[in-house]
């Protein structure tokens, strides 16, 4: 893909409106969620649930692109269309998690590093030719005592700038996620105080590794308070401390911001982003790729029951254009009363 078409691709995931869908959940960790449900994970219960999101009337509104799994990347809709093909045909980018999940630390306890650079330019190639124009690579920074340590920012944001070299080349543009976690007592001034030596590290390797910020996006956490700090932020708040913060790291070429949801609650997350939309104009797009926030009520509804697809696929969209809505700031609470 040349540079232009990489500017093209971004700009689209972050167009007016839209956002991205987080559909690419490891075989653990979608196993985790159906626990959650009590449905057991197969690749047949997986394929049917993701058919169920890919397929819901009327999300190509709300929904730029979807990020997926290898395995979902090759598996096909119920009519033998596979998946990458029938998402691009609702004109929903196809992309996947190339990431190879955060390992232990070696020397750091209680630290992670992402693995997955080793052989990265072949499986990029792979899913190039598989239909994927985007990929994504998760970074975790933990917030505890005297952590998190600058060798761990630095290698997390090393190994962000290579994967996101190695994308460019291969014409697929990277979203780069650095995740400052949310859990501990940690009130919100920590947060941005990480969240700043995170951003900072990361947007300094990008540069040493030559990567176009025009033709990438970045996945961040908002500043919050942590999650089991006694004083929560309000929506506002976290608004303001979030949008004053990037607009002192993150560089103006970034097309758009598109945040992970993190453990937030479905309405915590499409208010904040709301909060900060109505702040508004910005230097990037302020959109979403949410995982759990654009998934759990949707799962709920499901229940692996056949016979309530056509009620989750209603959730989803409901999820979904209060997003859409929270891209313009322009969602009201009562929309929730709307629900299906
Ligand atoms: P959450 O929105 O559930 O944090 O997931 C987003 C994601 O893709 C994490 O890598």
């Not at 500043?223 to 303001?240: F, I, M």
């Not at 709920?300 to 056949?306: E, L, V």
Request: proline letters at 5%.
């Amino acid at each position: 893909m040349k540079h232009s078409d990489l500017i093209t691709t971004a700009r689209s995931l972050v167009a007016e409106g839209k956002g991205i869908l987080a559909a690419d959940e490891s075989t653990p960790t979608i196993k985790k969620r159906f626990d959650a449900i009590q449905v057991e994970s197969t690749a047949a219960t997986r394929q049917a649930y993701r058919e169920l999101l890919f397929t819901a009337d009327g999300v190509d509104a709300f929904i730029s692109g979807v990020i997926l799994f290898d395995e979902t990347l090759r598996q096909t809709a119920a009519d033998g269309t596979p998946f990458p093909q029938l998402l691009a045909g609702r004109g929903i980018i196809p992309g996947i998690k190339v990431d190879q999940g955060a390992k232990p630390m070696a020397g750091f306890p209680g630290e992670k590093i992402t693995e997955g650079l080793d052989g990265l330019r072949e499986r990029l190639d792979e899913y190039r030719q598989l239909g994927a124009r985007f990929a994504k690579w998760r970074a975790v920074i933990t917030i505890a005592h005297a952590l998190p340590s600058s060798a761990n920012i630095q290698a997390n944001a090393h190994a962000l700038a290579r994967y996101a070299a190695l994308c460019q080349e291969t014409g697929l543009v990277p979203i780069v996620e650095p995740e400052v976690l949310m859990d501990g007592g940690h009130d919100i001034a920590r947060c941005e105080t990480v969240t700043a030596r995170t951003l900072q590290a990361v947007f300094d390797a990008l540069f040493h590794q030559r990567v176009e910020l025009e033709g990438m996006l970045l996945k961040p956490n908002m500043v919050l308070s942590g999650l089991d700090c006694p004083e929560q932020a309000a929506v506002e708040t976290v608004a303001a401390r979030t949008v004053h913060l990037f607009r002192q790291v993150v560089p103006a070429a970034v097309p758009g911001i598109v945040f992970l949801s993190g453990g937030q609650s479905s309405l915590a997350a499409t208010a904040h982003l709301n909060a900060m939309n109505a702040l508004g104009p910005h230097p990037w797009e302020l959109s979403f790729s949410y995982g759990r926030a654009l998934q759990e009520d949707t799962l709920k509804a499901w229940g692996g029951d056949p016979g309530r697809v056509a009620q989750a696929q209603k959730t989803f969209h409901h999820r979904s254009q209060c997003n859409g809505a929270a891209r313009y700031g322009q969602y009201r609470t009562d929309m929730e009363d709307m629900a299906a």
